[in-house]
């Protein structure tokens, strides 16, 4: 199993344990919130690069 995959599994089991225990909003933004904050810390360069190698693996 790929390192990618590893984090796709403990994440969404994180997220099915926070539905589990938090109130469904705050589950939820406590889901969306985190990827979007580690995005905003990004540099400008570091998302330029995120966006080009994302749109390059949709096409495979």
Do not use: C, E, F
């Not at 599994?9 to 969306?32: K, R």
């Amino acid at each position: 199993m790929s390192n990618r995959a590893k984090v796709a599994v403990g994440g969404a089991a994180v997220g099915l344990i926070l539905l589990w225990v938090l109130p469904w909003w705050l589950a939820l933004l406590v889901i969306v919130g985190v990827p979007v904050a580690a995005y905003l810390t990004l540099d400008p360069s570091q998302r330029r690069r995120l966006r080009r190698s994302g749109r390059r693996q949709i096409g495979r």
